[in-house]
């Protein structure tokens, strides 16, 4: 299992950027990395995937204005957020998952399974007022 810990909530404006940051507690090349939000009352959502050989997907309220990356350097995984608005509001969630042959790891679903293949950080709060 991997610890997560996410860094870089704020309290921001509309149009404003924020860049949050996952840092893994052990080394996370043989896992794929996603983020999460969940707004206050609102079901929580699929923000931004990352594989194991660096392709991405998005939903589509982020794309274009989201981009995940990760440093591998520091064994880190950063989320970009420009052009906010204030529904990008929630609490942000950084997730790993340990990838399996078949697992294309594009599903956003398969990421809140009960598994232990799945690792959650706590989530850090975004706000973006108008």
């Known amino acids: 299992q991997v610890q997560l810990v996410e860094s870089g909530g704020d309290s921001v404006r509309t149009g404003g950027s924020l860049r949050l940051s996952c840092a893994a507690s052990s080394d996370t090349a043989d896992r794929c990395m996603a983020w999460f939000r969940q707004a206050p009352g609102k079901k929580r959502e699929g923000v931004a995937v990352m594989d194991v050989e660096g392709r991405t997907t998005y939903a589509d309220s982020v794309m274009g204005r989201f981009t995940i990356s990760k440093d591998y350097a520091n064994n880190a995984l950063d989320l970009q957020m420009n052009t906010l608005k204030p529904e990008d509001t929630g609490m942000y969630y950084c997730?790993?998952?340990?990838?399996?042959?078949?697992?294309?790891?594009?599903?956003?679903?398969?990421?809140?399974?009960?598994?232990?293949?799945?690792?959650w950080g706590q989530g850090i709060q975004v706000t973006v007022s108008s």
């Open positions: 997730v790993a998952r340990f990838r399996r042959p078949w697992d294309p790891c594009m599903v956003f679903s398969d990421y809140e399974k009960q598994s232990t293949d799945n690792n």
